[in-house]
DNA sequence: CTTGAGATGCCCT
DNA sequence: GGGCATCTCAAGA
């Protein structure tokens, strides 16, 4: 069943730790498209140096300080798209980047979408290769998950072992570039990348901020 | 297997 | 104008 605005409402590493093991959902006209979330990363505040956000509210940002529940995309290196869910009451500025997904639906479209030749391990291991795959640009920036081309549901499947880790690409971040944001499925495939600094288990999703 | 460079456009100073 | 929450391909060990 699809996920509520309330999930998203919750703190925001909570989510990006209870969004493992959901299923992300895209329907276009003609197909749908489906994976099981295996990896994403907490970006939290205005004060999260990492956060687009802490740059302030302008027009890109302007989402994420709306309501939980929408999309959050945006392009990055000219190129690329980065699918983020927003989380947190309006004003509290923040969302959770899906960084890789299992494909389960619509395999062979999502592979089609990726320029084809590429193992299923290539489909979704990655921000940017599961936007792709799943046709996910900026159109689709600032639609609600509640609505009928993007969402987010439970069908009950086993997470995992949930391992965390720092962030992936925000060397920048000053203090906040080591903290354990990331959060990902251990030994699964379908991670973006394995490289585990510092990484350890995590255990529920408010067990420890840093 | 690993490393490094280039592609390319939007955002904000 | 600088930099970026990335990816691919080609070259080297």
């Not at 004060?47 to 999309?71: N, Q, V, W």
């Not at 439970?154 to 080591?178: H, K, M, N």
């Amino acid at each position: 069943m699809k996920l509520r605005r309330h999930f998203y409402a919750d703190p925001t590493l909570e989510v990006a730790r209870g969004l493992i093991g959901k299923v992300l959902v895209r329907a276009t006209g003609r197909t749908i498209m489906a994976g099981r979330i295996v990896e994403t990363e907490a970006y939290v505040g205005q004060d999260d140096l990492a956060c687009h956000a802490s740059k302030g509210r302008t027009r890109r940002t302007e989402i994420m300080f709306g309501p939980p529940g929408h999309a959050y995309v945006y392009l990055v290196y000219g190129m690329y798209s980065c699918l983020n869910v927003v989380t947190e009451e309006p004003g509290y500025p923040a969302a959770v980047l899906i960084r890789a997904i299992e494909p389960l639906d619509g395999t062979e479209q999502m592979r089609r979408n990726r320029g084809g030749g590429v193992q299923d391990t290539g489909i979704g291991s990655g921000p940017g290769k599961l936007c792709q795959a799943m046709s996910v640009d900026r159109r689709l920036n600032a639609v609600s998950l509640s609505g009928s081309r993007l969402w987010i549901e439970d069908r009950g499947l086993e997470p995992g072992t949930i391992l965390r880790s720092p962030r992936i690409g925000v060397d920048y971040a000053g203090p906040f570039r080591d903290k354990l944001w990331r959060f990902f499925v251990r030994e699964n495939p379908h991670v973006s990348k394995h490289r585990l600094n510092g990484a350890g288990i995590a255990r529920s999703g408010k067990s420890r901020e840093s």
